[in-house]
């Protein structure tokens, strides 16, 4: 009477059962990698802006403050987006033909407000102050990279819970004068303050409870 399974069937059914307990393991770990990816995280992708805006010519060449366009990052939650008087306090005399700002004088003059889109968007259920950060010493290139060498703003940090963390449960490193706060080319200099004396002088003393960003 012959065998219905030959011996090489046993090899056979390890290797289907093999299959079976590691495909939702290498499932489990490919999402995993993506969760952590520079494309589930946004980061490195160039957000399309309803007007063409360099900031390697704006804060790189021209060195204009970021402030003078998100100018509620001192005193609010939000750093604010640039309104069109703002924008067209330097483009009624400078470009002020060009094609490309057909859309800020379009807005202006219909009193219609320009739609900027977010390129940090963090999720609805955490709350960041960025005035708290800016008071405190956190400059704008600490979390937003160097826009001044940007054409197009991406963002360049995964801005995840543990990276956040990762900041306040050490933040020395993270802090200069408040003198340098929007700068893109500072360094630290030996007249300026160390790490370790910033924080102390800066009053800087951190949360890591979770109500400090889920509220």
């Avoid at 090899?11 to 299959?19: E, F, H, N, P």
């Avoid at 995993?32 to 946004?42: E, G, I, K, T, V």
């Avoid at 960025?130 to 405190?136: F, R």
Wanted: with cysteine; glycine share 6%; hydrophobic share 40%.
């Amino acid at each position: 009477m012959a065998w219905i399974f030959t011996p090489r069937a046993n090899t056979v059914a390890r290797v289907a059962a093999l299959g079976l307990l590691a495909t939702p393991v290498v499932g489990v770990g490919i999402l995993w990698l993506y969760a952590r990816s520079p494309l589930a995280q946004n980061m490195r992708q160039p957000v399309a802006q309803p007007v063409q805006f360099d900031h390697r010519h704006h804060a790189g060449e021209e060195g204009i403050d970021c402030r003078y366009c998100h100018h509620t990052v001192e005193v609010s939650s939000s750093a604010g987006y640039p309104s069109l008087a703002t924008c067209m306090g330097c483009h009624a005399q400078i470009w002020n033909q060009s094609p490309l700002l057909e859309p800020v004088r379009q807005s202006y003059f219909a009193d219609r407000p320009l739609v900027w889109r977010r390129v940090h968007d963090l999720p609805d259920f955490v709350y960041f102050n960025h005035s708290i950060h800016v008071a405190k010493g956190v400059g704008c290139v600490t979390c937003h990279g160097r826009v001044d060498l940007m054409p197009s703003v991406s963002q360049v940090h995964p801005l995840s819970m543990g990276w956040c963390l990762e900041c306040h449960r050490d933040p020395a490193p993270s802090l200069r004068p408040l003198s340098a706060i929007t700068s893109m080319r500072w360094e630290r200099g030996p007249e300026d303050p160390s790490p370790e004396a910033l924080v102390r002088l800066l009053d800087v003393h951190p949360r890591t409870d979770c109500t400090t960003c889920h509220r």
